[in-house]
């Protein structure tokens, strides 16, 4: 028998997230490759209802062996798809070299006629309709091609439009973007969406911001992206900062060493695990987003931080639950 799905409160409002479900081949020091679930938003999906979130997934997924191993990891997880008709396009691939030293992953993705992407925005702002309790919506990732601005901006904008918060991890892979320029004035259009953002020092720089550091960068970023108003910055082994229009909010990293497996997935455990902390806290609902205090900051970076340091000690994105990200930030 499958395992039972965990337990999800409906004590807070549910989020939704539209974005890239795949299989990761991830590089073994044999030289082998390992097929792991994952897709940046999918692994977030995952995350927020292993933290005992409501958690709903809008792309559709594929009827191959791969898409039925991806829908029945959401069922296991708790995870609602709200496109659950299988597509007879193929589930898309990307390729890891995990890297060295705790360092990036490298990717190499394969996503033509893919099934996560066989959507319309019309589908999609009809699924978010449909749910109720919905407060905010998640996206970013391989979702910001500029080739899918189609499907994605005009279902950001009927979210703003139907009062839901927007929350963006831009994630970028300029690497396998054939045009740079267009890809980088996706992602700013996306954030000139966003309530919430997530950003890394090395997106700030691939975005082209002007700024010597990381947080002159995300100062820069602010000016360009008005509906912004919280951004989180992670820094790698140096930690996160949580930043408002203000300037500096809270900062944090892991205080032990950690023993790497890879890297695969650790942003978006880290994501999602700010969103759960932040919905836990009542900073976002249907009144819209609450701008946390120093101490409620630095909360939401704790809980962030500890699932990322929980994912990064397993191979590929392997989400923690809100017992064991506790437990483990609480120890810290």
């Known amino acids: 028998m499958p395992p039972e799905a965990p337990a999800v409160s ?7 997230f539209a974005g890239e479900a795949l299989i990761d081949l991830i590089r073994r020091e044999d030289g082998a490759y390992a097929p792991c679930l994952g897709g940046s938003v999918y692994n977030q999906a995952r995350t927020l209802a292993r933290q005992g979130l409501r958690s709903h997934y809008l792309n559709p997924l594929s009827a ?19 496109d659950p008709q299988p597509r007879l396009a193929p589930t898309a691939l990307a390729v890891v070299d995990p890297g060295t030293g705790g360092g990036p992953p490298r990717y190499a993705f394969y996503r033509e006629g893919v099934a996560d992407r066989d959507t319309r925005a019309e589908a999609l702002i009809a699924a978010c309709a449909r749910l109720p309790g919905l407060a905010l919506v ?20 009927a979210q703003r439009a139907a009062g839901r918060q927007v929350a963006l991890d831009v994630n970028m892979r300029p690497q396998v973007m054939p045009d740079l320029p267009a890809y980088r004035a996706q992602a700013l259009a996306a954030l000139a969406r966003a309530d919430l953002a997530k950003v890394s020092d090395e997106d700030l720089q691939h975005l082209g ?12 970023l602010f000016a360009q992206a008005p509906a912004l108003r ?20 809270a900062r944090w990293r892991e205080p032990r060493a950690l023993q790497v497996a890879d890297t695969v997935g650790a942003g978006d455990c880290f994501f999602a695990g700010l969103i759960a902390q932040a919905l836990r806290l009542g900073l976002i609902g249907p009144a819209g987003l609450r701008l946390p205090q120093a101490e409620e900051g630095l909360a939401l970076l ?12 397993q191979r590929g994105c392997v989400p923690p639950d809100w017992d064991a990200t506790c437990a483990w930030r609480d120890g810290a």
């Open 10 to 16: 409906d004590l807070f409002p549910a989020v939704a």
């Open 64 to 82: 191959d062996a791969f898409g039925r191993a991806l829908a029945g990891q959401l069922a296991a997880d708790g995870v609602q798809a709200a």
């Open 138 to 157: 998640a996206c970013g990732g391989l979702a910001l091609d500029p080739r899918d601005a189609r499907l994605y901006l005009p279902w950001l904008d």
């Open 209 to 220: 911001l002007p700024g010597d550091t990381p947080q002159a960068q995300a100062a820069a």
């Open 230 to 249: 919280l951004l989180a910055l992670t820094l790698g082994p140096e930690g996160a900062c949580l930043l408002d229009r203000g300037g500096l909010i």
């Open 302 to 313: 704790r809980h962030a931080v500890a699932a990322a340091s929980l994912c990064v000690q």
